[in-house]
């Protein structure tokens, strides 16, 4: 399908942690019909910024499933660990902007912080220690018990942070009370998930991102620096997880449930995307044996607005 200048743009941004899983697949097939459903122009990213987390092999591993299921792209793959020095002038902007600070709390000082608040859903929340402590980044440096700086935005004050979401409808969050001032840089010196993906995105023209919606206060965070970088944010569509009978997300308590696991199991990725059609309000005549084979019975309106319940193999031969 012919693109033209004002075709949404998108992308598929898996990171090299680990095996992708069916929940995983199930969010990058999502996102893939999303884009091509509407002519879009979609990019490959590979957010390869979680320092030791990030796995020798699993790019390939990521890519090889990318193409059982027949996802393509337009442009990439994009590394993010080759872009550290846009990172970092985007986080020179916003520090003289008064929106960035050096921060040298460890964990156990926040834990320990008599002004802490109780951990919220997305773990403890910074109190501020912080804040206005250092005058330049030296001053941080000398006071860290080894050298090491991390940045953290600088959250407004009683902002509310409200939209519109595709797919899990009205948002709102009060990110100083909520999320409170959250880490941009990382004491390892390598740009943090927040920072990188709106960078990225901005840089890109990305105006159209389909994910979980586990990412859902991230999305708030992320508002937050499209405003302060002076740019529009794209829509939001933020789809319900995969989890298990016990309610929790997917993960190794449910099973093997990799796709690399499957197809050594003789599982086809027929199989996998009919399961995906199934669950997702996806309707096909025929067995599957491309993504694109999914692209007629796409609706997004008819994506359920549930978590999806992974009952163990026996879901694959339904």
């Not at 840089?203 to 302060?228: K, M």
Request: negative net charge.
């Amino acid at each position: 399908m012919a693109r033209s200048p004002s075709s949404p743009r998108a992308r598929l941004a898996p990171s090299p942690t680990g095996v992708l899983h069916l929940g995983n697949a199930r969010s990058f097939v999502l996102a893939w019909l999303a884009a091509r459903s509407e002519g879009a122009w979609l990019q490959l990213r590979i957010e390869d910024l979680d320092g030791p987390r990030v796995r020798a092999g699993a790019t390939e591993s990521i890519l090889e499933d990318f193409a059982w299921l027949g996802l393509d792209w337009d442009s990439g793959p994009l590394t993010q660990a080759d872009r550290v020095d846009e990172f970092q002038t985007v986080l020179d902007q916003l520090h003289q902007q008064g929106q960035a600070y050096p921060c040298i709390c460890s964990r156990r000082d926040i834990e320990q912080a008599a002004s802490a608040p109780h951990a919220g859903e997305e773990g403890l929340i910074y109190p501020g220690t912080c804040r206005g402590r250092f005058a330049t980044l030296a001053q941080a440096q000398a006071a860290s018990t080894d050298g090491r700086v991390a940045w953290r935005f600088a959250v407004p004050p009683g902002q509310t942070v409200s939209w519109i979401d595709e797919v899990a409808g009205p948002q709102s969050y009060l990110p100083s009370s909520q999320l409170g001032d959250f880490v941009i840089w990382k004491k390892d010196a390598e740009p943090a998930y927040q920072l990188a993906v709106v960078v990225d995105d901005i840089a890109a023209g990305i105006n159209q991102v389909l994910r979980g919606d586990d990412l859902l206060p991230s999305t708030a965070r992320q508002l937050l620096l499209y405003e302060a970088l002076g740019h529009a944010p794209p829509r939001w569509l933020h789809v319900p997880l995969v989890v298990g009978t016990d309610g929790r997300r997917l993960a190794k308590r449910h099973g093997d449930t990799s796709l690399r696991h499957l197809r050594a199991c003789g599982v086809s990725a027929s199989q996998v995307l009919c399961w995906i059609a199934r669950v997702s309000g996806i309707g096909v005549e025929e067995q599957p044996q491309s993504a694109r084979a999914l692209l007629p019975g796409f609706d997004l309106a008819a994506l359920p607005r549930q978590a999806v319940v992974w009952h163990g193999p026996q879901d694959l031969d339904s």
